[in-house]
């Protein structure tokens, strides 16, 4: 595991994004694995730069991302759908059809996370694997449980990210009760895994997932396990590890 030590937020995006930006010139038509939450979205707007200023090309690049609720359409603003075209897709010369996340309407859970993790498989695995880190500990929505589940899964919600969530949606009713996501084995299977972080109220589960014991009581430790992680987090995010 390579941990780089960014000085702030800006930082972290800049080479996070020439991290991802190196992957797509060595390997056109690679794999990319993809994450929202707040911490990617200044690497996206590097990336976007770059491909303004004519120095990357997303036209060969397939994408598949970390995650989706559970019950969301497209259109609505909080899906991670939304969030990609948004961020990044609509930005930047990529296929529309060679983005994929789990479809959130498809109402059979089995069916649909079988077709995501197969759809993985066919593409030939993930090049390199973005991921954000939750303050649990959680990768994607894989969140603090006994075991590490392997394949793509539906999960329920928890109370307390319902609650966090609510914010974003008109009421409480309104925020989505299950997500599909990557599991702890899909995301393990990437060739290559990069991780950002920042902000001091992550300081604390930095110092748990990447320098504590392996344990999914903390999902992210698992990627201590795998032979080619990156870590980019900044001086706050690293304010309590040795
Ligand atoms: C997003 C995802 C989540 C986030 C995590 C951190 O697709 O799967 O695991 O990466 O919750 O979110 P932020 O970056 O908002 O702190």
């Known amino acids: 595991m390579r941990i780089y030590k960014a000085k702030d937020y800006e ?3 800049q080479k996070a994004a020439n991290i991802i930006a190196a992957q797509v010139v060595l390997k056109p038509e690679c794999v990319l694995g993809l994450a929202t939450g707040s911490t990617p979205i200044g690497t996206y707007s590097r990336l976007v730069e770059k491909y303004e200023k004519g120095d990357l090309d997303f036209s060969k690049v397939t994408t598949v991302n970390l995650d989706e ?3 969301l359409p497209r259109e609505n603003d909080q899906s991670y759908y939304y969030f990609m075209h948004e961020n990044l897709f609509d930005k930047v010369n990529i296929d529309p059809a060679s983005t994929n996340l789990p479809d959130g309407t498809k109402e059979d859970s089995d069916a649909e996370c079988a077709r995501y993790e197969a759809l993985i498989q066919s593409l030939g695995g993930v090049d390199l694997q973005l991921l954000g880190l939750g303050h649990n500990g959680h990768i ?13 899964h539906c999960v329920d919600l928890q109370e307390r990210t319902i609650e966090a969530n609510k914010r974003f949606f008109a009421s409480a009713d309104d925020v989505p009760r299950q997500a599909y996501t990557m599991g702890i084995g899909t995301i393990m299977r990437a060739k290559k895994i990069l991780v950002v972080v920042s902000g001091e109220d992550k300081a604390e589960t930095v110092a748990k997932a990447f320098f504590g014991p392996v344990t999914p009581q903390v999902p992210a430790s698992i990627l201590q396990m795998h032979p080619d992680v990156t870590v980019v987090a900044d001086e706050a995010a690293l304010s309590k590890s040795p």
């Open 11 to 13: 930082e972290m995006s």
């Open 69 to 71: 609720y559970k019950g």
């Open 140 to 152: 994607g929505f894989n969140e603090p449980a006994d075991v590490f589940e392997k394949d793509t």
